[in-house]
């Protein structure tokens, strides 16, 4: 069970700002659905993920892509070829 | 000299994001040449809206084609618009869409199923004949299913993902809808193959002309399959479909998959875990409405995503979050794992002495709009559909009757990379109820 406050710290890491008259009706579906996944304590122990699975490489060539002014195109604000974000400082 | 196919259609159901009113097509004598093709919007389309569903993405013009879209594009289609979809893929009916739900052609008063709702909708309203869709825990088979049409999920690892803008990735796939068996293989066969840009693609083409023979096929129909939560009603139409297969010479088996009592707690775990990371590149900076810079960081970034993402989305995102946090991976998301471990252990072990699986592909007929406004319980209609992509299987969704005037799906579920065998029970099933 999460608490509203435990609910808030988690949209916090998550960066998703969730109103304070939404904050009750979320907590309490959230309970429903962590209560729900509680059934996973019956899976019995055993191993975890594909062993039969390898990884796929390949060597680290330069290949066509798009050109920078492709690459920006959609970015909210540009400037000198660079995209502009919020200040990190 | 390019080719144009004019797309009037009248859109009653909500089933388009967007159109082009005249789509252009290469006239090169390929497989689906001038063919209308609609598209799910969450893949990438050079030129063309995608949106996934959300207001976070509103005005995003790809640079680029998904490599299923190039494919269609060289076989000749023309792309006719992009179709409605739950937000990002999340959700079972096609009301989680910030441009409004799509209903159901057959009952408007009804959801079509989702996330794939439009491109169900647009083939079931006769608007195209083709559509493709992606499939995370049943986004293809569940629209097809409510709607009456057909829709494959393959093989994981058989359709290039390049260009699905991700959600889950050890789970989703592209895969094709459409209004016929045949429709769906000619769809599969212009998509299939491996593309070097998604290194989950197998060396493997789909070259396939469907085969009705079904004489000595051997049919597992899982007793979880017509359990609790399914419908009485749809079980039945499905064991009537199943036993037409039996009049055609397919024998059946009763099996059991035990690890279906916690698919679908391993499925979300997995699913909103794959999401907390794939979402957090929603951030208003290089697509969709844009963030104001003069603000710090993480406030600009929590009010953006607060006010432009749908409350499943960040339901979804939260429960990732949470499954992932330090004190609690163990509790969720390495249990999940384990959980998918056996799913996919219980599908080899029962396809080792089976052919095929069969069953429903969801425990009732579509819903009415709004009724499933508690997300647990529409979680929990995706209990038949979750475990192929749980196990990688391929998996097809055929009609198979009626229950109160509204479509019912007959699942058949194969062995890896066994996509045309799958095809072809449900291409027999087809032929023999036309």
Redesign the interface.
């Given at each position: 069970m999460v608490n509203e406050s435990d609910v808030e710290g988690i949209a916090k890491l998550a960066d998703i700002s969730i109103s304070k008259e939404e904050l009750g009706a979320f907590t309490s579906r959230f309970n429903d659905i962590l209560e729900y996944f509680d059934i996973l304590d019956q899976v019995p122990p055993g191993e975890e993920g594909v062993p039969d699975l390898g990884n796929v490489l390949r060597e680290d060539v330069v290949t066509p892509s798009l050109s920078q002014e492709e690459a920006t195109a959609n970015a909210g604000g540009t400037e000198d070829g660079f995209i502009r974000a919020p200040r990190v400082m | 000299m390019e080719g144009g196919y004019i797309f009037d259609e009248k859109d009653r159901h909500n089933a388009f994001i967007s159109t082009l009113d005249l789509a252009l097509f290469e006239p090169n004598g390929g497989p689906l040449e001038g063919i209308p093709v609609a598209v799910k919007d969450n893949i990438t389309t050079v030129g063309i809206p995608t949106t996934c569903g959300s207001r976070i993405l509103e005005?995003?013009?790809p640079?680029?084609d998904a490599h299923v879209v190039a494919l269609l594009r060289k076989a000749g289609a023309a792309i006719v618009g992009k179709t409605n979809m739950d937000e990002f893929g999340m959700g079972t009916t096609t009301e989680n869409s910030a441009f409004g739900p799509v209903t159901n052609p057959v009952d408007p008063a009804r959801v079509p199923g989702g996330s794939s709702g439009g491109s169900a909708a647009a083939i079931a309203s006769g608007m195209v004949d083709l559509a493709l869709g992606s499939d995370t825990g049943g986004s293809i088979r569940c629209p097809a299913a409510f709607c009456g049409v057909v829709g494959l999920k393959p093989t994981f690892g058989r359709v290039s993902r390049y260009g699905l803008i991700a959600y889950s990735n050890s789970l989703e796939q592209i895969g094709p809808l459409g209004k016929t068996v045949t429709d769906v293989n000619t769809l599969m066969s212009v998509i299939a193959g491996p593309d070097?840009r998604d290194?989950?693609t197998y060396d493997r083409l789909y070259d396939h002309t469907p085969n009705s023979d079904v004489k000595g096929l051997r049919i597992a129909v899982p007793k979880e399959y017509f359990g609790e939560g399914v419908d009485p009603a749809v079980a039945a139409k499905v064991q009537d479909a199943i036993a037409t297969l039996e009049g055609l010479g397919a024998e059946t088996v009763e099996c059991s998959i035990p690890s279906m009592?916690?698919a679908l707690?391993?499925y979300?775990?997995t699913c909103t875990s794959e999401a907390?990371s794939n979402l957090?590149r929603f951030?208003?900076?290089?697509?969709?409405?844009?963030?104001?810079?003069?603000?710090?960081?993480?406030d600009?970034?929590?009010?953006h995503?607060?006010?432009l993402?749908g409350k499943e989305v960040?339901?979804r995102?939260?429960?990732g979050?949470?499954?992932l946090?330090a004190g609690y991976y163990g509790?969720?998301y390495?249990?999940?794992?384990?959980?998918r471990?056996?799913v996919?252990r219980d599908f080899i072990r029962v396809l080792k002495d089976a052919d095929v699986i069969a069953g429903p592909t969801m425990p009732s007929i579509a819903f009415c709009l709004g009724e499933k406004s508690?997300?647990?319980s529409m979680?929990l209609a995706d209990i038949l559909t979750v475990p192929a992509n749980l196990a990688g299987v391929p998996a097809i969704s055929v009609p198979c009757g009626t229950v109160d005037r509204m479509p019912v799906g007959l699942q058949i579920i194969g062995p890896h990379f066994a996509d045309e065998r799958v095809v072809d029970v449900a291409f027999a099933f087809e032929q023999e109820v036309a």
């Open positions: - | 005005g995003y013009v640079p680029y070097a290194s989950t009592t916690y707690a391993a979300y775990v907390s957090a951030d208003g900076v290089r697509y969709g409405p844009k963030v104001e810079t003069v603000r710090s960081w993480h600009e970034f929590r009010d995503r607060g006010a993402f960040q339901r995102i939260l429960l979050t949470f499954a946090s509790k969720y390495a249990k999940a794992q384990v959980a471990e056996n996919r508690d997300p647990l979680y």
